[in-house]
Nanobody, 128 residues
Framework: QVQLVETGGGLVQAGGSLRLSCAASRTVTTYAMGWFRQAPGKEREFVAGIIRNGDNTYYADSVKGRFTISRDNAKNAVFLRVAGLKPEDTAVYYC??????????????????????WGQGTQVTVSG
């Protein structure tokens, strides 16, 4: 089992940027990692994902070119750089870990049910 803790959220003006971090309680080399977000009254949605070795990354169309996911397996951490923020990016952002191979991840990364462990989330609020 692994515990995940997200940090780095906050209040930012439109066009601003943040760096979200996800710290794991143990090694994450065996996990594909993802970031999701959930706004009030909406379902949790996929934002970005990265396979175990970091070679492949995936993004929701709404954040492509603005968000960047990365991982540092030596530090048991995953990051999400969010830039060009818009008011519609306001949400609680969650980090998740899934026991998925590179092959299986490519078809399953958008589905929250594909992930086994979740953090408690960090709030990102973008003022217009």
């Amino acid at each position: 089992q692994v515990q995940l803790v997200e940090t780095g959220g906050g209040l930012v003006q439109a066009g601003g940027s943040l760096r979200l971090s996800c710290a794991a309680s143990r090694t994450v080399t065996t996990y594909a990692m993802g970031w999701f977000r959930q706004a009030p009254g909406k379902e949790r949605e996929f934002v970005a994902g990265i396979i175990r070795n970091g070679d492949n990354t995936y993004y929701a169309d709404s954040v492509k070119g603005r968000f960047t996911i990365s991982r540092d397996n030596a530090k048991n951490a995953v990051f999400l750089r969010v830039a060009g923020l818009k008011p519609e990016d306001t949400a609680v952002y969650y980090c998740a870990a899934g026991v998925l191979t590179e092959q299986s991840y490519s078809g399953r990364y958008r589905n929250p049910a594909s992930y086994d462990y979740w953090g408690q989330g960090t709030q990102v609020t973008v003022s217009g």
